[in-house]
């Protein structure tokens, strides 16, 4: 049996236009991404060059309106985006989630004249985005946030320290959840902060297990003054702005994560086919074709739950349940898929030679991130059961 080189995965995409976009992404990720990802995650480099790059091709702001530098495109093609990226480097698919993740509040909460001014430069100018809404003392109960916006004149003064933020200290804006008013939900308000407003600052990255090219760090606001300019909807209402957001973020993590899923299948299947063992290829061996084959089916299932959940956006129906369950099936596949491409590789998948010991640990991360796979399965049982008693 010969090696089987992986194949690029069938799309089923609604216009040519679309189809050209996938060809331009793969041959961004094949030339400028895949080469140097295991080298630059090794280094912990973080490619600020191919953020940039992606912008001047239009890649980071795909979903929102051209009018403002967009590319209009639906959220069925800028997912598919998205995991082409994040099979080539997770660090740049996420990060490019995170960014429409930071860019969302304004495009879809900001006045006309806020949009006008600052979304040409967030969606095509070049610049980077962070999303500040965890904190050191409330990561799942984001509502319990304690970062404050204290109103002064026509400012306001934020104080408080955000935790585990994407792009910490290398972005140009943050977009910051803060508290205006009263305990709880509704006493939360978003703004749009500058990265060099005068009091922000960003901690040492953390140290992570994967997607060391990726900073993540504590951001800190020591009285930063932002005009109300900068608010964006009203006050009060940044919290159901935050989860708004999230319901779509939720959909870019799934599509991150069935392309990490989908480049640890392809080196597995690389490797079986080539690997010989008692005189034939080891993918000869019933326990491991029939390992490649669950990987692939939940891949696929996977992949096809994200882009159910991305048709429902596209066509303005509700899509939060669905794309809880996207985000808790395609990051539980990505773990599972990258853990058998290990045992598939043997002792060599335990090594920095082959990537799939890489890609096992970036998949963890994505079980954690934008609510953990425990808070999915609990706003899906709300969805089909109603909330909790107390």
């Known amino acids: ?24 992404v793969r041959d ?6 895949a080469p140097k990802a295991a080298e630059e995650e090794d280094a912990g480099r973080f490619p600020r060059e191919v953020f940039t790059l992606l912008s001047e091709s ?48 304004l495009a879809a909460y900001g006045t006309k004249e806020q949009q006008v001014e600052h979304l040409p430069a967030m969606l095509g100018g070049g610049l980077l985005g962070a999303y500040c809404l965890s904190e050191p003392s409330s990561g799942s109960d984001a509502a319990s946030l304690r970062t404050k916006a204290v109103r002064d004149g026509d400012d306001w003064v934020i104080t408080g320290t955000k935790a585990w933020i994407t ?20 006493g939360i308000t978003a703004f749009l902060v500058p990265a060099d407003a005068e009091g922000l600052s960003a901690a040492v990255p953390e140290k992570k297990m994967g997607m060391k090219g990726s900073p993540t760090a504590q951001v800190h606001f020591d009285g930063v003054r932002v005009p109300d300019a900068r608010r964006i909807g009203e006050e009060g209402q940044g919290f159901a702005i935050a989860l708004s957001a999230l319901d779509s973020g939720r959909l870019g993590i799934a599509a991150c994560a069935i392309g990490v899923a989908q480049a640890a299948l392809d080196e597995a299947v690389v490797y079986a086919t080539g690997r010989q063992q008692f005189g034939r290829p080891i993918a000869d061996f019933q326990g491991l074709r029939f390992m490649l084959a ?28 669905q794309a809880a369950m996207a985000k808790l099936h395609c990051t539980d596949t990505a773990m599972k898929v990258t853990t058998d491409a290990v045992q598939v590789l043997g002792g060599y998948g335990y090594t920095v030679d082959f990537p799939v010991e890489r890609y096992m640990r970036e998949a963890k991360v994505l079980q954690i991130v934008e609510g ?17 008693t107390r």
């Open 167 to 186: 792009h910490g200290g290398v972005a140009d804006f943050y977009t910051v959840m803060a508290r205006t008013g009263e305990e709880g939900p509704r």
């Open 28 to 33: 961004i990720a094949q030339r400028e991404i």
């Open 1 to 24: 049996m010969p090696d089987r080189a992986p194949q690029p995965v069938e799309r089923q995409l609604p216009t040519d236009e679309a189809r050209d976009l996938i060809s331009l």
């Open 58 to 105: 239009g890649l980071l702001g795909l979903p929102y309106d051209a009018e403002y530098g967009g590319g209009d495109q639906p959220y069925e093609v800028y997912l598919q985006v998205l995991e082409e990226l994040g099979a080539a480097r997770l660090t740049v698919g996420l990060g490019v989630s995170v960014h429409t993740l930071a860019s969302y509040a």
């Open 294 to 321: 669950d990987m692939a089916t939940q891949i696929e299932a996977g992949r096809a739950l994200y882009l159910a959940a991305a048709r429902l956006r596209d066509a303005g129906r509700p899509f939060a349940k």
């Open 372 to 388: 953990t796979n425990q808070i999915q399965r609990m706003v899906i049982a709300r969805h089909l059961a109603g909330p909790e």
